[in-house]
């Protein structure tokens, strides 16, 4: 047998090499779903289990939904996931809409002061508004206490935005020159040519986006004063940190009834869940998405 | 995503600066002037005689008195309604758990505010972030008409003394002397509330008086240690055989948690003012520079070292100690007093048998033991600055309507709702509904005041004694503070480094680090706002003449 020179990774893997990499996936695989898999045993566990566990649980003893029941007896949960669900939809879509906009004009070359424009948005990831100021804007504007606060704030990434103008960029100039010869305008030409081919990026985005509107908490914690418009965050933190009054409180603090780790678990499973949901109909996109963004960056 | 440290980084700019208020104690001398200031500016002291039965237990103050039974009938203390129909009341109040209902949705407030005969409309936030939220609340001047500030955030808050001033209303004309009578549930608070709730020789808010001085208590269950036959110490020595003897990692079970707040005490590290005392040459020093320090943090490492420490703990910096106490998995664990009571209330239904113990004071080093504690408010309830007069009047007398006792109608109705919808009448006293649980959390409470008494607790009879014989022991050991009564707006620098070098002693004793650095880790704490921070205590004791 003569041997051919070729580099190790045209090589056929060994089994050693191959069980290496195995063992490493499966501990990278571990690492996230036990904590998710302790999480959700916890929540479906008595009082008794939990206790005799000394906290949380990985070997389930029986399902209790007794958690759940709590949870959702309250309405608290459930009228914070609608806010939050409201939130992410109207939050995506305004966002998607003003990015998409913002990328397209900044991305075509010659487009009315858009290099001052795109310093100013760039100038963005050097200084940021205080809170103070931040605070004074929004409830300037009126917004305190209504959703909006939690949308608009934030309605433009300029990381995001970043993406998106990039992505617009490395479209064949010659397709929108065509279309601008059949006498397409730029809003057609946006909607008709540009859209479909960047669906990818689109998507990616929408999902960067819904993911930040559903784990709002700090705009929220600052313009939200009515507890029954608190988003799902707030109330998960709230949950999680019960009884964490501090010492010098005495026993007036202590009062109210701490909740039980399993219904604490709950909670987390019921923030969780919906938006894990949209990743599976995303993640087809995701890596032309990133990987476009990325190396045109 | 703004961040909270932006704004302490924003409220850091401002920082620096000392704001002396008011508060001197009789007891010390040299300070006679400014204490006759401060006498003018309270409400002169009352007792309202409503006919509640005296107290089962009596407590050494600042303790509460005690009671071990509800009362058989209940005492109507006010008989007019105090709103006149006025504009909802906004208040902003913090909670420690799962925010209640507002509004409407709300029956205990519905039936509250029909009380009042104004509406109380309350935005209750999260505890944990208060501050963050109270600081954007204080930047942007957009303050509800009334804000509860809990005591431990006041000094977390910059230039907080100049925002009392810009922002709040000034209750001096109000309250002071006899002008106090139409509200004489305010009258019945102990004086040292009201001197503390002065800023700038104004007094610009109402005190919630607190029940209990002590910070820190160290539990230990009593059950477990019965089952074992381990005795339950009394000399640092004792705690260190008792934490051999328990210790069996086998069984998963481990002596202590992170116990450090209470060894230092044990070795009588400063603890008042953060840990700040006085030499005996006069100049402020603060604990980490005491051998009493040094000597706790070596015995907290001999802890962690010899591995007496439950594990998930050496690890993290929030594991559930709580959760681990209750299991039994740890014997030994400190935490705050209103831990106690709730622990042992649900815990003996799961457990039978369980039983948590404070473990009484001892000093490690001979002498008289040291407990640390002070007789600061709980909290303070501020009023928004230009109201009318009348709405102020208003609002005062709802707060006093809120402010009644032990014992009437009125606290009955703020603590427990409405009979049959938020509690259940039983032989031993009110016991919470569900409803209940869910709506109450202590709203009316945070925008008041009370005389405050340890109230009796059916579930656990024997609490309300055990609580107060070990407070009314410990109280004696009281460590006295120089500063007590001084209102201290502490350098940003020194502020800033306080939860860094805080880690880095954590790091000390976990043995994450050398013990031998102990002494550099004081210097750098010196160089990085310490010294700045001792000028600053020194000023202050030197301007008020002690």
């Known amino acids: ?297 | 995503m703004t961040s909270r440290r932006t704004l302490l980084t924003i409220a850091a700019i401002a920082g620096g600066g000392l704001l002396t208020g008011c508060g001197e104690k009789s007891t010390r001398g040299g300070a006679t002037q400014q204490l006759d200031k401060l006498s003018a500016l309270i409400p002169e002291a009352r007792d309202v005689n409503l006919g509640i039965p005296p107290p089962d237990v009596i407590g050494t103050r600042p303790v509460a008195d005690g009671y071990t039974r509800f009362p058989a009938s209940l005492t109507d203390a006010i008989s007019e309604k105090p709103g006149r129909g006025g504009a909802a009341i906004r208040g902003i109040t913090p909670v420690w758990g799962p925010a209640p209902p507002a509004g409407r949705n709300n029956s205990y407030l519905v039936a509250v505010n029909d009380e009042l005969g104004v509406p109380v409309e309350f935005s209750v936030q999260d505890g944990t972030s208060y501050a963050d939220k109270i600081g954007a609340l204080l930047g942007a001047r957009d303050v509800p008409d009334l804000l509860c500030v809990p005591q431990w955030e006041v000094s977390k808050l910059a230039r907080f003394g100049d925002a009392v001033n810009a922002l709040f209303e000034d209750l001096t004309p109000h309250l002071r002397g006899a002008e106090v009578a139409p509200y004489p549930m305010l009258a019945t608070f102990p004086a040292g509330a009201w001197r503390n709730s002065c800023w700038n020789e104004k007094l610009m808010a109402v005190p919630n008086p607190t029940d209990g001085p002590f910070p820190w208590v160290m539990f230990y269950r009593r059950d477990l240690f019965t089952k074992l036959g381990v005795k339950p110490p009394a000399t640092i020595d004792e705690l260190y055989r008792a934490g051999k003897e328990i210790t069996k990692p086998r069984q998963g079970v481990w002596a202590f948690s992170d116990v450090f707040a209470m060894i230092q005490m044990y070795f009588k590290s400063p603890g008042a003012k953060d840990g700040w005392r006085r030499r005996p040459d006069g100049t402020p020093e603060f604990k980490y520079e005491t051998p009493e320090f040094k000597a706790a943090a070596e015995f907290m490492a001999k802890l962690y070292r010899e591995g007496l420490v439950h594990p998930d703990i050496v690890a993290s910096r929030g594991a559930d100690m709580k959760q681990l106490f209750q299991s039994g998995k740890l014997l030994i664990t400190q935490d705050g007093m209103g831990a106690w009571q709730p622990m042992q209330a649900e815990q003996q239904n799961v457990t039978p048998g369980f039983d948590v113990q404070p473990l009484p004071l001892f000093p490690a080093t001979g002498g008289d033991p040291l407990a640390w504690g002070d007789d600061e408010p709980i909290s303070y309830t501020f009023l928004k600055k230009g109201l009318p007069k009348e709405r102020v009047e208003e609002i005062l007398r709802v707060i006093n309507w809120c402010s009644a006792p032990f014992g009437t109608t009125e606290f009955q109705l703020r603590e427990f709702g409405v009979e049959g919808k938020h509690h259940t009448r039983t032989a031993t006293g009110p016991v919470k509904t569900d409803l209940g649980f869910k709506e109450i959390a202590n709203q009316y409470f945070f925008i008041s005041g009370r005389r405050p008494v340890i109230q009796p607790t059916p579930q656990t009879p024997k609490y309300v004694p055990e609580m107060l014989g070990y407070s009314n022991q410990t109280v004696k050991y009281l460590e006295k503070d120089p500063w007590d009564g001084l209102k201290l707006e502490m350098p940003a620098r020194y502020k800033s480094g306080m939860t860094p070098f805080q880690d880095k002693f954590t790091d000390l004793v976990r043995g994450r680090r050398p013990f031998s650095d102990l002494d550099a880790i004081v210097k750098e704490w010196r160089a990085a706002g310490g010294d700045e921070a001792r000028e600053l205590m020194g000023r202050a004791l030197a301007d008020a003449g002690r």
Request: net charge positive; aromatic share 10%; charged share 10%.
């Open chain 1, 1 to 297: 047998m003569t041997r051919v020179s070729r580099p190790a990774w045209q090589e056929k893997p060994t089994v050693a090499g191959r069980a290496g990499k195995g063992t490493v996936l499966t501990g990278v695989v571990l690492a996230v779903l036990v904590p998710l898999w302790v999480v959700l045993v916890t929540s479906l566990s008595s009082r008794e289990t939990i206790t005799a566990a000394g906290g949380l649980v990985v070997v389930p003893r029986g399902v209790d939904l007794s958690a759940y029941e709590i949870i959702f007896a309250g309405g608290q949960i459930t009228r914070a996931l609608a806010v939050s669900a409201t939130v992410t939809l109207l939050g995506t879509a305004v966002s998607l809409v003003v990015t998409v906009l913002a990328a397209y004009g900044l991305s075509r070359p010659g487009s009315l002061g858009h290099r001052f424009l795109l310093f100013y948005f760039l100038m963005t990831f050097l200084v940021y508004p205080g809170m103070v100021p931040s605070y004074l804007v929004v409830t300037g504007l009126g917004l305190k206490d209504s959703l909006w606060s939690l949308v608009l704030p934030s309605a433009v990434s300029v990381f995001n935005l970043v993406v998106v103008r990039a992505f617009f960029q490395s479209l064949p100039g010659e397709l929108l020159d065509s279309a601008r010869i059949d006498g397409a305008g730029e809003f057609r030409i946006l909607w008709r040519i540009v859209l479909p081919l960047s669906k990818a990026v689109v998507a990616v985005v929408g999902l960067f986006y819904a993911v930040g509107y559903w784990n709002v908490w700090f705009s929220a914690l600052l313009y939200i004063d009515d507890n029954d418009k608190f988003p799902i965050q707030r109330v998960l933190q709230s949950f999680i940190l019960a009884g964490q009054a501090p010492q010098t409180s005495g026993v007036a603090a202590g009062t109210a009834l701490p909740p039980t780790l399993a219904v604490k678990m709950a909670v987390v499973v019921v923030t969780v869940v919906p938006i894990a949901l949209v990743y599976p109909f995303i993640q087809r996109h995701f890596t032309r998405g990133v990987l476009v963004g990325a190396v045109k960056g």
